[in-house]
T-cell receptor, first 112, second 112 residues
């Protein structure tokens, strides 16, 4: 089944404890992206990747890191999480940039 | 600044009546325009997109959207609403060949 998977789905952590949210797609998509969803703000793009080893900042990259060592994986890293990073995070991918995006199920992160 | 606006936080409509969910954008050039739907505790699902051509775009589940370049709008429509259409709807713009901008979302309530 073609899909985007994210893990974990739910995470509660404490300020400053490094964490990684994994994202994987099995559709051989070139473009991958991370978003955070906050009430009243919609989705905001954190980082995106046009292809392997090519990543760039979205609108809200502060406090996040990404890497794209393989085409299928695009992990989101929070080196030192803070409470203002409490949010619902979505990974998405598309065959090429600008094409229809397929979204993962989301990761609900709470930073205490 | 580039942006996408969904002026209504919530739209209420009776089942069987037509529905409209509004979206306007303020990006230069010729952006690609998308509508996505989010059901509770789920990721976003693609409904339809406009890239070029006919201003009326037909999509999934009987939805359609009308692109109006002079008004920079891309309103989502459906001739006859169903209770199962109740969800959160997002308008999105692909801009500058690398970034996506999403609106803040509109909650659609369809009452029996």
């Amino acid at each position: 089944e073609a899909q985007v998977t994210q893990n974990p789905r739910y995470l509660i952590t404490v300020t400053g404890k490094k964490l990684t949210v994994t994202c994987s797609q099995n559709m051989n998509h070139e473009y991958m992206s991370w978003y955070r969803q906050d009430p009243g703000l919609g989705l905001r793009q954190i980082y995106y990747s046009m292809n392997v080893e090519v990543t760039d900042k979205g609108d809200v990259p502060e406090g996040y890191k990404v890497s794209r060592k393989e085409k299928r994986n695009f992990p989101l890293i929070l080196e030192s999480p803070s409470p203002n990073q409490t949010s619902l995070y979505f990974c998405a991918s598309s065959f090429v940039p600008g094409d229809t995006q397929y979204f993962g199920p989301g990761t609900r992160l709470t930073v205490l | 600044a580039q942006s996408v606006a969904q002026p209504e936080d919530q739209v209420n409509v009776a089942e069987g009546n037509p529905l409209t969910v509004k979206c306007t954008y303020s990006v230069s050039g010729n952006p690609y325009l998308f509508w996505y739907v989010q059901y509770p505790n789920r990721g976003l699902q693609f409904l339809l997109k406009y890239i070029t051509g006919d201003n009326l775009v037909k999509g999934s589940y009987g939805f359609e959207a009308e692109f109006n370049k002079s008004q920079t709008s891309f309103h989502l429509k459906k001739p006859s609403a169903l209770v199962s259409d109740s969800a959160l709807y997002f308008c999105a713009v692909w801009y500058n060949f690398n970034k996506f901008y999403f609106g803040s979302g509109t909650k659609l309530n369809v009452k029996p």
